[in-house]
């Protein structure tokens, strides 16, 4: 059996749970499939742990279009490299007008993974302006004609019926993300964080993300400001989606320097070695996102022994057992798309109120934590999440 997985990311290229997925889902598919990734960026290795890679640049003429526009193009120089699969798997909407018309072109089925939902994140026309609407239309149609979808999450198969009502329920299958726990476990090396900046012996809150409107990095800046004094705030922040986010950030930054100590922003994406000192160093792990499917970022915490305090939204509480690892942060949303809490002030107050209660406690944050890694380790495994989806598959071949 030839599978060929369709993704804009893949190592090194890799900056969101997307890419994770893929990399980690390719390395075991390799030894069980005729594997083949087709991936955007720059030339890459030609083998990734058996699986042959090719990779594809934006085609010269569009190099001054927009995003989306490139992206298209990208999907179309793919097309003449499907010939022979016996079925495409794609991963986000950038891949997924390539699947769409390599199915109808070779006649074989076409795979989905649904990592979000365009419909899901309407601040992206602030990025991509009249491109947002060709991604749009890309996602719909590729999603009502695919022979089968794979949703990270029960919350995120909800929300892929809810965005797209004549999908038939059937063919939306749940395959939780995964984590290597291998790859991913505590490493307690107090010098290497200290070099970042951060003190060891002091408690802490630490987020790791891309700064987009959907993690909600506003919102935990705010509830940091309600934090003991004492406690360090640590960002492993990502560069801001928008110029506008860029400077309601950086002055929220600014007034919480202003008035404690301890707060510590790394502006660059920590490669794995330096990541695990941070995660295991840290009291508790903080995802105040508005959307998110599942969240791989709180696996990557709980592998490495860390207590998460989260917004219990998407597919995050199918993650975070309220109580046992983490604590989960309620959160109404406004029903238009945005995922804009309902009551901005109160999600604010009760997440700093839900970080302080495991901050304050070392002995509970070290048990949840204990608890988290158990359970990335038994319920989260990339084998069988391999196995499911290697089920998906058969299901729609001939």
Same mark, same amino acid.
């Given at each position: 059996m030839r599978i060929d997985i369709v993704s804009k990311e893949f190592p090194p290229e890799v900056y969101g749970g997307a890419g994770v997925h893929v990399a980690e889902l390719s390395r075991v598919l390799a =030894?069980? /499939?005729? *594997?083949?990734? #087709?991936?955007?960026?720059?030339?890459?290795?030609?083998?990734?742990?058996?699986?042959?890679? +090719? @990779?594809?640049?934006?085609?010269?003429?569009? @190099?001054?279009?927009?995003?989306? /526009?490139?992206? $298209?193009?990208? &999907?179309?120089?793919?097309?003449?490299?499907?010939?022979?699969? &016996?079925?495409?798997?794609?991963?986000?909407?950038?891949?997924?007008?390539?699947?769409?018309?390599? =199915? +109808?072109?070779?006649? /074989?089925? #076409?795979?989905?993974?649904? #990592?979000? *939902?365009?419909?899901?994140?309407?601040w992206k026309a602030e990025q991509l302006g009249g491109g947002y609407a060709l991604s749009s239309w890309v996602e719909k149609t590729a999603y009502d004609a695919a022979s089968a979808i794979i949703a990270v999450s029960e919350g995120m198969r909800r929300d892929i019926l809810r965005a797209y009502p004549e999908v038939t329920p059937g063919k939306v299958r749940v395959v939780h993300n995964g984590i290597d726990t291998v790859s991913w476990h505590p490493d307690e090396d107090p010098d290497g964080v200290r070099a970042l900046g951060i003190d060891p012996d002091a408690p802490s809150v630490v987020f790791v993300g891309r700064n987009t409107r959907q993690k909600g990095v506003p919102f935990l800046l705010r509830a940091a400001a309600l934090l003991p004094p004492e406690v360090q705030v640590v960002l492993c922040l990502g560069a801001a989606d928008t110029p506008e986010l860029a400077a309601e950030t950086?002055?929220?930054i600014e007034d919480l320097s202003q008035t404690r100590r301890g707060v510590v922003v790394i502006e660059r994406m920590l490669?794995?070695?330096?990541?695990?000192?941070? *995660?295991?160093?840290?009291? !508790?792990?903080?995802?105040?996102?508005?959307?998110?499917? +599942?969240?791989?970022?709180?696996?990557?915490?709980?592998?490495?022994?860390?207590? %998460?305090?989260? =917004?219990?939204?998407?597919?995050?509480?199918?993650v975070v057992d309220d109580g046992v690892t983490g604590l989960? !942060?309620?959160?109404?949303?406004?029903?238009?798309? @945005?995922?804009?809490? $309902?009551?901005?002030? %109160?999600?604010?107050?009760?997440?700093?109120?839900?970080?302080?209660? !495991? !901050? =304050?406690?070392?002995?509970?944050?070290?048990?949840?934590?204990e608890a988290g890694r158990q359970r990335a380790a038994k319920e989260f495994s990339w084998d069988a999440i391999a196995e499911a989806t290697l089920d998906v598959y058969r299901s729609v071949l001939p």
């Open positions: =030894s069980r /499939v005729d *594997l083949r990734v #087709h991936c955007f960026g720059a030339p890459r290795e030609p083998d990734f742990h058996g699986a042959q890679v +090719l @990779t594809y640049g934006v085609p010269a003429e569009l @190099t001054q279009a927009n995003p989306a /526009v490139q992206t $298209l193009g990208t &999907d179309l120089d793919m097309l003449q490299g499907f010939a022979g699969a &016996d079925l495409i798997h794609s991963h986000t909407w950038y891949a997924n007008l390539a699947g769409h018309l390599g =199915s +109808l072109l070779y006649g /074989v089925p #076409h795979v989905l993974s649904a #990592h979000s *939902l365009e419909p899901l994140r309407p950086a002055a929220l490669p794995r070695h330096e990541l695990l000192k941070v *995660l295991t160093a840290a009291t !508790v792990f903080a995802c105040p996102s508005i959307y998110e499917p +599942l969240g791989i970022v709180n696996l990557e915490a709980m592998a490495c022994g860390t207590a %998460v305090v989260a =917004s219990a939204t998407g597919g995050i509480p199918e989960l !942060v309620p959160l109404e949303q406004v029903a238009d798309g @945005t995922g804009t809490p $309902l009551h901005p002030e %109160v999600f604010v107050r009760d997440f700093a109120a839900a970080l302080t209660a !495991v !901050v =304050s406690d070392p002995l509970l944050a070290r048990e949840m934590g």
